[in-house]
C-alpha cells in the first residue's frame, strides 16, 4: 500500500543520517591530489528499507546519505581537492535514477522529504563549486535517466560519451506520470537555459538524447568518443583545477563521529539537546553557546577540528533537524532555545570574521549557511522562545530569524535568577548567511522598509532586552512573565490542532518573501507540482502509473487536465 | 461528492463567461465623471451551480465573472474614470471570500480553475492601475475575510472602517484546512510586504485584525471612523484621481455582445474557430486575420469600436480559451491555426504602434497582453501549426511563442495551391506583451544567448520560411510534407495518452524560466501548494475541514507533517 510504512533494512527504527566512508556501500571516494573521484556503483542488496533493490545505479535516500556525507568531506577532510570526477562504477549505465519500487512503495511524506533531501544534496554539490571552489565534473558513460541526469545536473561540466547508445534522459513523465522532482525541470530551463520547446521534447521522449543534438540543445556540455574519453576526462579536469579558487590548503581536519545518546524522547548531543513531547507533538531543541572562548589562532582553529564549537553545533543541529524531519512526522512543530553566554558567541563570529580567508572558516560559515537553510525548509511550525540564560547572539540570532514566529520573556521569572533574555546583533546576521531566495533573514524580514534593516544594523553590538528586540522588529511578541506560560502554551497547542497539511503550505508561502532564485524556484514551483502529482490517482493511485510501473500492465488515467 | 460535477443553475450545460451590466445579479457599476463605484451586493440565489447560497457577500465564479467584466468594461466603456472605489453593498460585511459549500462541493478541477480565474480577474485589477492608469480604492465597511481581503489586496488603497468590530482576515487555514488560494498569502509578503511573522500570526487567526494593529501590520493602509468615512472616502478620490496618468478621453467605446455559433464541436465566432475533436481530445483554434487594412486613423479605429479586428480577435480568443478550460476538461491539447495575409497583421501592429499615446489602442495592447498571459497559463499542451496560408506574423505569432512546441511546414502540401507558411516578426514581439514572468515570450526562449534574441530582432520585416524560421529558433520543428502528417499525428496521440496531471506540472514548469514577479509566485509557488491542499484528506477528505465546515462535527486530521 501506498501509504503503509516500510521496515528499514538494517532491523533499526530509525534513519541515520550519520555515515563515514568505512561503511559506504554505494560510492568509493578517491582522492588522488587535486582531483577527486566519486564513483557512484550501488550494491543492489544495500537498500534503505525493504522490499526492492536498487539496480542499475539506482538510488534510494540511503545512497543519497552517503553522497551528502562524502561531499562535506571533501570540503573539510580534503580542501586540496579543486575537481572532482563523479563517475559511474558500473558498465553502459550512470545512474537510472530514484529506485522506482521503492519510491512506488513509499508513503506520501517519506518520497515529500526523501526529494527534499536529494534537492539539498545537489544544491550542495553547486554549492561547493560556488563557495568552497571545487567543481564537479560529471562523466555519463552510458544512460542517465531521470534522476541520473538530475545528479549530472548538478554538475559544473556534463561530458557523454558517444557510443551511439548513451543518453540522458527525464523519462519520469512517460514512464511514471511524476516530475522530474529533483530540480531537473528547473536546471534545464533556468540552469542550462535549454529552450522550452527543445525541453518539452526533451522531458516527453522516453528514450532521452544523445550525440550532437543533446550538445546543441545544451543538455550536455560535450560529446566524446569512447577512445578519447580518458584522456579529454584528464584535460577537464587540469582545465578546471587551474580555474579553481579554492584557497591552498595541505590537510584538512577529520569529522569525527558525532556523540549522540538517545533514550526515547530526548537525544542529548554536545552542544545541541532534543526532547520530543509527544503528547504535544512538539520538538524542543536547546543550543547551546560555547564553554571556552574562541581559539587564538587559525592554526588552533584547525587544531581544534571537528571539536571547534561552531562546527560541532553545525553538525549536531543538522543532524537533529534530519532526524526530525526524516523520523518524526508527527511533530506539529520545533521549539528552539539556547542557553549560554552570547556574548561568547559573538566572539566566536569575530574570530570567524577575522579569519574569513583562511579556508576552515569559510567552510564552518558555509556550513551554517546550508543548515540554515535546512532549518527554513523544515516543513514543521518553527518557534523560538527566548528566555533568561539564552544566548540569541549573532550566528545563533540567525535561528530566531528562521522561525514563523519568536516570543521573548521581558525581565526574569519568578524564583529564577538567570540574566533576563538578551539578543545581540552582529555582522554575521547582515549577509553571511543569505536563504535560498538569496537574501539575509533580516533583509526578508525587512522587505517593506529597509531603514528598518539599517535601524537594526545600527544596533550591532547592543545587549537588546526583550522591549528593545521588539521595538527593533527582531521578535514577534515580548511578554511578561504573567503573560508568558499561558500565551506560549495557547499558542502551541493551537499550532498542534491545525491542519498539517495547511500548515506546511502557508509556511512555504510566508516564509520566502521577496525574489526567487533557482534555488527557491525548485523547493517552491517545482516541489509543490511535484507534490501535487504524487497525491494525484493518474501517478500513485492502484492503477497510476508509478504503481503500474514494471507490471506489464498500462496505467489507467483519468483524462480530465486540471 | 467531492469529484461529482455539479449542476448548473440555470438549467444550461456550459459556463459562460460573456455577461454585461443589465445581466448582472451581484454587482452594480455606477459611473459619475472621474470616478465609478463597483457595489458588490452578492444576490444569494443567484449561484452558479445548484446546491448552496450566496449568503455574507460570499462568491463563485459566476460572481467573479461579472467583476472580470466590470473591470473590462471600465477600461473601455468609460475612459474617463480614474478612480474606482470597490464597495460592499450589504451593512457590516465586506465580503466573506469564496462560498465553502460550493468549494466544499466542487470537482479538484473546478475548484482549480475557478481560483486561477479569480487570480486573473485580481491581476486584472493591478493591471487597470498599472496599465491603464485608474486605481481601485477598496473601502471595507465590515468583515473583510478570506477571498474577500484578498479582493481588497488587489486594490492600490484599503480603508478599514475603525468601529470596534470590522476586521480583515485570512482564515482559512484555521477554519477550513486550505491556503488563501487567490494570491492572498503572496500578496500579504510581497505587495503589502507584511512581516513574516505578522503574517504568520494574521493567517492564522480566525477573527483576523483590526483597527490600528491593522494598520501598523501594514494590512490596510488606514483605518476611519464611521463619522468621518464617507468624507474621507471622497478625499481619498479625489487624491488618487489627481494622480491618474489616464490619458483624457470623453467617449469610450461600446462592448458589444460576441457573436458566437455553437455546434457540438464547433463554435464559430466572426475571427476565431474552435473545432473540438473529443476521440482524439484535441480543441483547434483557428485565428483569422483581418480583412481589411487598418483604420485611417486613431478616430477612425474609435468609430470601428468593437469591430476594430485587433479587439474582436483578442475578445473572441480570450473568450474560447475560457470556455475550453471550464467546459472542456478532457480536452489534452490546443492546437493554434491562423489563416489570412501576415502583412496585414504587422500593418495593424503598425497600427497600434503609430497611435501607441491613444487610449483605445493603448487598451487594445492590453486586452492582448493579458489574453496571451491567459494562454500561457492554460493547462493543456499548446500547439502552433503554422501551415500554407497563414498568419502568424507580429501579434499572431505570439501565439506560436507561447506554445508548449511548434511545427512548421517546409514548402507547400500537394494538390494546394495556398502560399508556404511564413512567420513575420515586428516591434510587438520584443516588449508589447510581457509574460507573467515580466519578460517578452523571445526572451523567454532565448535565455541561454542574448545573441538569439538580437538576431530575430535583426530578422524584423523579413518573411521567414520554415527552414528561416528553424535557424532563428522560433519554432521547434520544420517538416516536409513527406514528414508532416504522420510527425503531427504521432505527436498528438502520445500528448493524449500521457498523464495529464503530469502535464500540467511539467507545463507550468517548462513554460517560465528565469525570473519570478509577484504575478508568476502566485501561479507557481501559491497555487501549486494550493493545489496540492486540494487534495489532501485533511482537507476534503470525508472528515476534512472544508466538507465538515458547518456541520458541527470537527474535522479529524492526519497528524503527519509532510
Same mark, same amino acid.
Given at each position: ?5 516500510r521496515?528499514?533494512n538494517?532491523g533499526k527504527?530509525?534513519?541515520d =543520517?550519520? %555515515? $563515514?566512508?568505512?561503511?559506504y556501500?554505494h560510492?568509493?571516494?578517491?582522492? $588522488? ?25 539506482s538510488?534510494d535516500l540511503?545512497v543519497d546519505?552517503e553522497?551528502a556525507?562524502a561531499?562535506d568531506r571533501?570540503? =573539510? ?7 572532482? +570526477?563523479?563517475r ?7 545512474c537510472?535514477?530514484?529506485?522506482i ?10 518520497k515529500?522529504?526523501f526529494?527534499k533531501f %536529494?534537492n539539498e544534496t545537489?544544491n550542495?554539490i553547486?554549492d561547493a ?5 571545487f ?11 531521470g534522476?541520473?541526469y538530475?545528479l549530472? +545536473?548538478?554538475?559544473?561540466h556534463?561530458m ?6 548513451s543518453s ?7 514512464l511514471?506520470?511524476v516530475? /522530474? ?8 530551463t533556468?540552469k542550462?537555459k535549454?529552450?522550452r520547446?527543445h525541453?518539452d521534447? =526533451?522531458c516527453?521522449t522516453?528514450e532521452?538524447i ?10 550536455? $556540455? ?22 579553481s579558487?579554492?584557497?591552498r ?5 577529520a ?7 538517545r533514550?526515547?524522547n530526548?537525544?542529548e548531543?554536545?552542544t ?8 504535544a ?6 543550543v547551546?553557546?560555547?564553554? %571556552?572562548?574562541?581559539?587564538a ?14 562546527l560541532?553545533?553545525a ?6 533537524i534530519?532526524?526530525i ?10 521549539v528552539?532555545?539556547?542557553t549560554?553566554?552570547?556574548?561568547q ?6 574570530f570567524?570574521d577575522a579569519n574569513?580567508?583562511h579556508?576552515?572558516a569559510?567552510e ?7 543548515t540554515?537553510k535546512?532549518v $527554513? ?8 522562545l527566548?528566555?533568561?540564560?539564552s544566548c540569541f547572539?549573532?550566528?545563533?540570532a540567525?535561528l530566531? =530569524?528562521? %522561525? ?9 521569572l519568578?524564583?529564577?535568577n538567570?540574566?533576563p533574555?538578551?539578543i545581540?546583533?552582529d555582522?554575521?546576521?547582515f ?9 539575509s533573514?533580516?533583509?526578508?524580514r525587512f522587505?517593506?522598509d ?7 544594523k545600527a544596533?550591532?553590538g547592543?545587549?537588546l ?11 514577534t511578541f515580548a ?10 502554551r495557547?499558542f ?6 491545525f ?5 506546511t503550505g ?5 516564509r520566502?518573501g521577496?525574489?526567487?532564485t533557482?534555488?527557491?524556484k ?10 501535487w502529482i ?6 500513485v493511485?492502484?492503477?497510476g502509473a508509478l504503481?503500474r510501473?514494471g507490471?506489464g500492465?498500462? /496505467?489507467?488515467?483519468?483524462t480530465?487536465?486540471?
Amino acid at each position: 500500500m501506498a501509504d503503509a510504512e516500510r521496515k528499514l533494512n538494517n532491523g533499526k527504527s530509525r534513519i541515520d =543520517f550519520q %555515515t $563515514d566512508p568505512s561503511k559506504y556501500r554505494h560510492w568509493k571516494l578517491k582522492v $588522488d591530489g587535486e582531483v577527486a573521484t566519486l564513483l557512484m556503483d550501488v550494491d543492489e542488496k544495500g537498500t534503505l528499507f525493504e522490499g526492492y533493490e536498487l539496480k542499475l545505479n539506482s538510488y534510494d535516500l540511503g545512497v543519497d546519505i552517503e553522497l551528502a556525507d562524502a561531499i562535506d568531506r571533501l570540503r =573539510f577532510e580534503h580542501p586540496q581537492v579543486k575537481v572532482v +570526477l563523479l563517475r559511474s562504477g558500473k558498465p553502459r549505465v550512470f545512474c537510472a535514477g530514484a529506485n522506482i519500487r521503492m519510491l512506488a512503495g513509499a508513503t506520501h511524506a517519506h518520497k515529500v522529504n526523501f526529494c527534499k533531501f %536529494t534537492n539539498e544534496t545537489r544544491n550542495g554539490i553547486e554549492d561547493a563549486s560556488e563557495a568552497s571552489g571545487f567543481s564537479t565534473i560529471c562523466v555519463i558513460n552510458g544512460t542517465a535517466a531521470g534522476g541520473g541526469y538530475e545528479l549530472a +545536473l548538478a554538475a559544473d561540466h556534463i561530458m557523454l560519451i558517444d557510443d551511439g547508445s548513451s543518453s540522458v534522459s527525464l523519462p519520469e513523465l512517460p514512464l511514471l506520470a511524476v516530475l /522530474p522532482g529533483t530540480g531537473g525541470l528547473t536546471r534545464v530551463t533556468d540552469k542550462r537555459k535549454v529552450r522550452r520547446d527543445h525541453a518539452d521534447v =526533451f522531458c516527453t521522449t522516453e528514450e532521452g538524447i544523445k550525440g550532437k543534438r543533446a550538445v546543441d540543445w545544451r543538455l550536455v $556540455d560535450e560529446v566524446v568518443p569512447g577512445s578519447k574519453l580518458e584522456d579529454t576526462v584528464i584535460k577537464r579536469a587540469q582545465e578546471f583545477a587551474a580555474k579553481s579558487k579554492r584557497p591552498r590548503a595541505e590537510k584538512g581536519i577529520a569529522l569525527t563521529p558525532l556523540e549522540r545518546k538517545r533514550t526515547d524522547n530526548v537525544v542529548e548531543y554536545l552542544t545541541v539537546s532534543v526532547e520530543i513531547a509527544r503528547a504535544a507533538r512538539l520538538a524542543t531543541i536547546t543550543v547551546r553557546g560555547p564553554e %571556552t572562548p574562541p581559539p587564538a589562532s587559525a592554526e588552533a582553529m584547525v587544531a581544534e577540528g571537528a571539536n571547534f564549537w561552531p562546527l560541532r553545533l553545525a553538525r549536531e543541529l543538522d543532524d537533529a533537524i534530519l532526524d526530525i524531519r526524516a523520523n518524526e512526522y508527527d511533530i506539529a512543530a520545533i521549539v528552539f532555545k539556547s542557553t549560554g553566554d552570547g556574548a561568547q558567541v559573538v566572539a566566536y563570529d569575530a574570530f570567524l570574521d577575522a579569519n574569513k580567508d583562511h579556508w576552515l572558516a569559510r567552510e564552518v560559515r558555509g556550513l551554517w549557511k546550508r543548515t540554515l537553510k535546512r532549518v $527554513d525548509l523544515t516543513s514543521r511550525s518553527l518557534v523560538a522562545l527566548i528566555e533568561p540564560g539564552s544566548c540569541f547572539a549573532g550566528t545563533l540570532a540567525e535561528l530566531v =530569524f528562521a %522561525t514563523d514566529r519568536s516570543y521573548m520573556l521581558i525581565g526574569q521569572l519568578p524564583g529564577d535568577n538567570k540574566p533576563p533574555a538578551a539578543i545581540a546583533l552582529d555582522a554575521a546576521n547582515f549577509g553571511a548567511y543569505p536563504m535560498s531566495n538569496g537574501l539575509s533573514r533580516l533583509a526578508s524580514r525587512f522587505l517593506a522598509d529597509p531603514a528598518d534593516l539599517d535601524k537594526a544594523k545600527a544596533a550591532i553590538g547592543q545587549s537588546l532586552d526583550a522591549e528593545a528586540a521588539e521595538a527593533l522588529g527582531l521578535v514577534t511578541f515580548a511578554l511578561d512573565d504573567i503573560d508568558w506560560e499561558d500565551e506560549i502554551r495557547v499558542f502551541l497547542e493551537e499550532r498542534a490542532s491545525f491542519s498539517p497539511d495547511g500548515l506546511t503550505g502557508l509556511e512555504a508561502n510566508l516564509r520566502f518573501g521577496g525574489p526567487e532564485t533557482m534555488e527557491s524556484k525548485i523547493f517552491a514551483r517545482l516541489t509543490a507540482w511535484q507534490n501535487w502529482i504524487f497525491q494525484r490517482p493518474n501517478a500513485v493511485g492502484e492503477e497510476g502509473a508509478l504503481r503500474r510501473y514494471g507490471t506489464g500492465q498500462k /496505467p489507467v488515467f483519468d483524462t480530465r487536465r486540471v
